[in-house]
C-alpha cells in the first residue's frame, strides 16, 4: 500500500487479516493469541512494540476489537529449524522393523525430530546414522513422524518408512483409532480412582514453553486407571483419546495430581529427589495400531526404563 511509511516496514513476517465474527468483543492481545496461537503475554509485546494496528491504527492490549476490522501484524522472524544431524542414540532400541514401519523404543533426553532451539539427540536422526531409510512425506525435518513423545517421556514410538505408511498412520492419530497407553506416577491419590479428564488444552497464558487447560483450547481427552495406590502417590495406566502437547502432564496437574517429578506443572521437588526421579515419571507402555500394509491389528509394548523401575521400587518400599 503506497503512502507514508508503516510503523510496520521492515518486519520479516507481516499479515493482513480480518478480524473474524467469533472473536468480536474480544481484547486485541486474546484476540491476536488465538489467531495466530501463540501466549496472550507475546500477544501484548507485540502490541506494546507498535507492531500491531486496527485499521491502520495504533491500539493498546486491552482494546476490544468488531467484527471485520482489518489487523496488520508485523511478526517476529520465525525460528528456524536445525537441519537433520544423523548421529547415534544411545539406548534407543528398534523393536520392530519392516518395509512399512519401524518402531522404537525412545530413551529419555531423546526429541522426536529436530526443533528450533533442540540442539540434543534425536530419532530420526538415530533411525538415519542406523541406516534405515523413513518417509519423506511432511516437513523435511520430521522423516517420517507421526507422533511425538517429549523429551523428557519414554517409551514406544512408531515411525514410518514408506509414504503409503506415512498416509495411512496419520489419518489412524487424526482419527483416534490407534490406542495409546502410558504409565505414569503421580503424587497423592485421584479421586475417583478410576475416570475420565474431558478439558480443552492451550498454550498457557503467561509461559511460552507450557500448555494448560484453557476455555479456547483443543479438545483433549484422557482416561485414567489407578494400578498401584502408595502412601506418598499412584500408579496410573493412562489411555488418550486426543494427543495434544503435554496432555497427561497438563490433565494430571490440572487434577492437582501432577507426574512425580514433573516441576514444570508443580510436581514437589522433595518427593522428586525423594524417589531419585529426574524428569517427569511418565511412560508410553503400549501402541495398537492397524498396519499401514496388511491392515493386521500389532501391538509393541516397552518395559519401564531403570530410573522409573527404580523410583517405583523405592515408592514400594517407604509403604
Known amino acids: 500500500m503506497a503512502g507514508a ?12 487479516l480480518p478480524v473474524p465474527e467469533g472473536l468480536e468483543g474480544e481484547r486485541l492481545d486474546a484476540a491476536l493469541a488465538r489467531l495466530f496461537g501463540f501466549s496472550r503475554t507475546k500477544a501484548a509485546e507485540l502490541v506494546s512494540s507498535g507492531a500491531v494496528l486496527v485499521d491502520g491504527a495504533t491500539a493498546v492490549k486491552s482494546d476490544r476489537v468488531h467484527a471485520g476490522a482489518w489487523l496488520d501484524v508485523g511478526l517476529p522472524p520465525a525460528r528456524v529449524v536445525p537441519d537433520l544431524v544423523a548421529e547415534p542414540v544411545p539406548g534407543m532400541v528398534v523393536l520392530h522393523d519392516d518395509d512399512h514401519i519401524v518402531v522404537v523404543d525412545k530413551p529419555v533426553g531423546v526429541a522426536a525430530h529436530p ?4 540442539t540434543g539427540p534425536t530419532v530420526v536422526g538415530g ?5 534405515f531409510r523413513t518417509s519423506t512425506s511432511g516437513a523435511a ?10 523429551v523428557g517421556t519414554s517409551g514406544v514410538m512408531v515411525v514410518a518408512k514408506s509414504e503409503r505408511a506415512y498416509t495411512q498412520l496419520k489419518r489412524a492419530f487424526k482419527d483416534r483409532t490407534v490406542e495409546k497407553i502410558y504409565h505414569a506416577l503421580v503424587q497423592g491419590h485421584p479421586d475417583p480412582s478410576r475416570g475420565t479428564v474431558d478439558a480443552p488444552i492451550g498454550r498457557h497464558p503467561t509461559a511460552d514453553y507450557k500448555w ?4 479456547h483450547g483443543k479438545p483433549s481427552v484422557t482416561h485414567y486407571d489407578t494400578l498401584e495406590a502408595h ?3 499412584s500408579l496410573l495406566e493412562v489411555t488418550l483419546e486426543t494427543g495434544r502437547t503435554h496432555q ?15 516441576l514444570t506443572y508443580g ?6 529427589a525423594r524417589l531419585g526421579v529426574q524428569r517427569q515419571w511418565l511412560h508410553a507402555m503400549r501402541l495398537r495400531f492397524d498396519h499401514p500394509e496388511t491392515g493386521e491389528a500389532v501391538e509393541f509394548t516397552s518395559r519401564y526404563p531403570d530410573d522409573l523401575s527404580d523410583a517405583l521400587d523405592r515408592l514400594r518400599s517407604n509403604d
Open 115 to 118: 526443533s528450533p532451539g533442540w
Open 248 to 262: 497427561i502432564r497438563v490433565h494430571m496437574a490440572a487434577m492437582r495430581h501432577p507426574c512425580v517429578g514433573d
Open 141 to 150: 525435518e520430521r522423516q517420517g513422524v507421526v507422533h511425538r513423545l517429549d
Open 267 to 272: 510436581a514437589d521437588p522433595t518427593l522428586a
Open 127 to 131: 533411525l538415519a546414522a542406523a541406516g
Open 5 to 16: 511509511p508503516s510503523i510496520l516496514d521492515g518486519v520479516t513476517d507481516r499479515r493482513t
Open 212 to 215: 494448560a487447560v484453557t476455555a
Open 231 to 233: 502412601r506418598a502417590a
